[in-house]
């Protein structure tokens, strides 16, 4: 199938490794000029190298906090100036801190509101109007599979996960006669460093190992594995192409079958 990508551009928030990197890489594979931000420049740097070396396409690459507001207006006006304007966004962000309900204060819950609900938010209207203009757009945000199924000892990620989709689904509905499709996409467990992060953390607690941890979620996916970034990439790529546009105000989940829910 022909995704009909080529020579489009994309800003993928959050890019120097994991879900982000691979949908930037995912996406640049199909011609697409990609747009990348991480808080430190050398390892985005070698990834926008990496992603340049494997698809010849034209990469951009700055450093941005996407907990700042003023970071993320520079990161948009850049991307926009470098590329023209940008087809394709991608919203993403490293996730808050694990924890229980009284383990977090107001500063902590309003970090974790500008990292994960606010960035989303900041970053939709910095391009919603410019593809209102061009009658085209693709807006994906990833979140989580908490969306559907609170996860416990997560309550700042399922909360702001929660708003970001109802965001979606609002926009969706808004962009709809705009040409501009909004969806979400909610991973399950992929293999990446914020995974191993989460189960060295629990390693203390549960006294055992972050093999042992990452083993038993596992066993609970029909799966019986992880997920790897690619897997997940495949699916935002899809749905930032042509050949996705009757599909808005969607949340799918990329989780190996681990939400046992029908809907
Ligand atoms: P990761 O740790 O592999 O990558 C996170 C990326 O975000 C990195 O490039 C990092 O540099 C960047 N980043 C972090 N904080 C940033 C900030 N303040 N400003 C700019 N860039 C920042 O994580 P991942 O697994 O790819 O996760 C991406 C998102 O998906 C996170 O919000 C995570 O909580 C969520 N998520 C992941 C999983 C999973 O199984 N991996 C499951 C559910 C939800």
Redesign the pocket.
Known sequence: MDLGLTGKTALV??????????VAMGLAREGVRVAI????RE??EA?AEEIRNETQVDVFAQT?????VD?ITRLVQAAREHFGHIDILVC?????PPGNFLDFDDSAWQAAFE??LA?AIRLCRAVVSDMKARGWGRIIT?????VKQPIPGLIL?NVM?AGVNGMVKTLADELAPYGITVNNV??????????V?LAEHREEEANTTTEEILDHIAQEIPMKR??N?EEFANVVVFLASERASYVTGTAIQVDGGRIRSAW
């Open positions: 928030a959050a890019s120097s490794q994991g879900m982000g990197k691979a931000c991480a808080r430190g390892r985005l990834t941005a906090d996407l907990s700042k970071d993403n962000a490293g996730g808050p990292l994960n960035s990833i979140t989580s599979m908490s990620s996960r909610m991973p399950g467990s992929i293999l990446t460093q914020r995974i992060s992880l997920g970034p």
